[in-house]
C-alpha cells in the first residue's frame, strides 16, 4: 500500500498500492470492493469533499476518476511520466496531480486539462489546495516547495489570450509605448 485516505463523511477508506488497484475498506477495515483499471501501480488516492468521486494517481502516467460504486468514470491523460499525487479543490470542482514529469497539472472533472504548472527540475511527489482553493502547494524532490496563486494564473492565462487577440494591431497600428504592453505576457 503507498497510499490511503478516509472519504469526508469518515465511514471509508480508499487505499492504492503496487498490485495496480484501489480497495475500498470499510472503517472496521473489511474489504468492500476493488477497483481495476490503471495499468501500473498506484501512487495517490483522493476523495472529492462530497465523497462521490475518487481520484487515484497512477504509474501508469494517468489520472483516473470512480464513482463510489466502483464505476471508472474518466481517465486523464497528459502526464508524460509516473503520477504521483493527487488532490480535489475544496469545492470539488478542480483536480491536481504531480508527475515525474516535474510538472503540476489542473483538471476538471471532465477530465479536461486546465492548466500545466512549470517550476520544479525534478519530479513533484505531493499537491495539495488550501482551504479556500485559491492556492496550491507542490513539493518536490528539488527541495522546493512551490505556493500557486491560483488567481494570479487566471489572469496571466487571460492575459496571454488578449495580448494574442490583438498581435496584428499592437505589431501593425500602435504607438512604441503600446507595442510593449504585451511583450511579457505574449
Not at 503520477?83 to 516535474?102: C, E, H, Q, R
Request: charged share 25%; proline share 2%.
Amino acid at each position: 500500500m503507498w497510499s490511503v485516505a478516509w472519504i469526508p463523511e469518515g465511514n471509508t477508506i480508499a487505499s492504492g498500492g503496487g498490485d495496480n488497484t484501489i480497495k475500498l475498506w470499510d472503517k472496521n477495515g473489511k474489504e468492500i470492493q476493488t477497483l481495476r483499471g490503471h495499468n501500473a501501480s498506484i501512487a495517490s488516492v483522493a476523495w472529492s469533499p462530497n465523497g462521490n468521486i475518487i481520484a487515484s494517481a497512477s504509474n501508469d502516467n494517468t489520472v483516473k476518476l470512480w464513482s463510489i460504486e466502483g464505476k471508472e468514470l474518466k481517465t486523464l491523460y497528459g502526464h508524460n511520466n509516473d503520477v504521483l499525487s493527487v488532490t480535489f479543490s475544496p469545492d470539488g470542482k478542480k483536480i491536481a496531480s504531480g508527475s515525474k514529469d516535474n510538472t503540476v497539472k489542473l483538471w476538471n472533472l471532465k477530465g479536461e486539462e486546465l492548466q500545466t504548472l512549470y517550476g520544479h527540475n525534478q519530479r513533484v511527489t505531493s499537491v495539495s489546495f488550501n482551504a479556500d482553493g485559491k492556492t496550491l502547494i507542490s513539493a518536490s524532490d528539488d527541495k522546493a516547495l512551490i505556493l500557486w496563486n491560483l488567481e494570479d494564473l487566471k489572469l496571466d492565462k487571460l492575459m496571454k489570450a488578449a495580448c494574442q487577440q490583438v498581435k496584428d494591431y499592437l505589431e501593425y497600428n500602435a504607438t512604441e509605448s503600446e507595442k510593449n504592453l504585451c511583450n511579457k505576457n505574449s
